[in-house]
């Protein structure tokens, strides 16, 4: 298996994403491989920085495969991927396309990794529209799947019957759930809730015998771990998304502040630190800790890394990549459309 990672793009490129790449491939099969994709003067100059030492006397299971340009956020998406040929994320589709790689990873622009990944790996046939997939934090640590994030802003019911056809595969295949529970967000429990939309998706969903659905959920309940998979058009989905992601930072800024205000209180966050319980909340409420944001119905595995994402976030989502392409999760889902034909 060989893993494409675009090391020139998002907020902390290329150094934390060398790093990532570096330390990451210990963590994965030693039949694993990893292509750092980039500008290779760059990258062998900042391995100098970084290491005092040459690619290959670091590791022989990671290479470099060279592209000069490189797709910024603040370019329209598909003008950047057409007249940017030779950029890490044009160079990383084409080798993922021809089979040079079985995986590609980037937290460059989230619209160009969208966009490219329909146009130049190509969509599923069957599958109406790809979804964005990022894991969210639940109660018993095991995370939720939620899909679409943001992909597609309006959305028909055959498309959410697809996301929760495509995200019970993901969690059943990659991370071993045997017939995981499906919720749509909706903004009530009871059947009758919601407006066209989630109604007809509702019946489509619950008619499917493949799927486990557990019916509708709302917002504050996506996150007890009574569902392995919650579904949504993209435009609920991105809002509950970045909603989540809001209310991790803020209460992370309140505790700080909290256990910060007055000396007494210094003395009890340091005796927490000490215990490592401030570490472990931290970990618990960070949704980076479960990997970047997957693009399912694509014709190859991609995955969104965060775009702020450093050398740990890397190693987590390259492990992600690892178990994505393992668990043929491409395939089932190609297996099931053929059934439903």
Do not use: W
Request: aromatic content about 6%; overall charge neutral; glycine content about 12%.
């Amino acid at each position: 298996m060989n893993i494409l990672l675009d090391v020139m793009g998002g907020d902390n490129a290329p150094d934390e994403f060398i790093k990532g790449a570096i330390e990451g491939i210990k963590n994965l099969d030693q039949e694993t491989t990893i292509t750092m994709i980039g500008k290779e003067v760059i990258i062998k100059q900042k391995l100098k920085e970084l290491y005092g030492k040459e690619l290959s006397e670091l590791s022989d299971r990671v290479k470099i495969k060279n592209a000069n340009e490189v797709i910024s956020n603040h370019e329209s998406p598909t003008e950047a991927l057409k007249s940017k040929p030779d950029s890490s994320m044009c160079v990383g589709f084409e080798m993922l396309k021809s089979g040079e790689g079985d995986c590609f990873i980037s937290a460059g622009s989230t619209g160009a990794l969208l966009v490219g990944g329909l146009l130049k790996v190509g969509r599923i046939k069957g599958i109406d529209r790809p979804a964005l997939c990022p894991m969210l934090p639940t109660l018993d640590g095991k995370g939720f799947l939620l899909l679409d994030a943001g992909a597609n802003t309006n959305c028909k019911p055959i498309n959410l019957l697809q996301f929760a056809q495509m995200g019970s595969i993901y969690m059943k295949n990659a991370y071993g759930i045997d017939n995981p529970p499906v919720g749509l967000l909706n903004i009530g429990a009871e059947e009758e809730k919601g407006n066209t939309l989630t109604k007809e998706s509702f019946a489509l969903i619950k008619e499917d015998s493949n799927i486990n659905f557990y019916g509708n959920i709302e917002g504050r309940d996506m996150f007890s771990g009574d569902v392995s998979v919650v579904v949504a058009d993209g435009f609920t989905g991105n809002i509950a998304l970045k909603t989540t992601e809001g209310i991790g930072l803020t209460l992370g800024k309140m505790l700080k502040e909290e256990l910060t205000s007055s000396l007494f209180r210094k003395i009890g966050a340091g005796i927490l630190s000490a215990s490592g319980a401030l570490t472990s909340f931290k970990k618990r409420i960070d949704y980076s800790e479960y990997g970047g944001a997957l693009l399912l119905g694509i014709e190859k595995p991609i995955v969104k890394c965060h775009g702020s994402g450093k050398e740990k976030d890397v190693k987590i989502v390259l492990k992600q990549a690892e178990n994505f392409v393992k668990g043929k999760v491409v395939e089932s889902i190609k297996e099931r459309i053929l059934e439903e034909k």
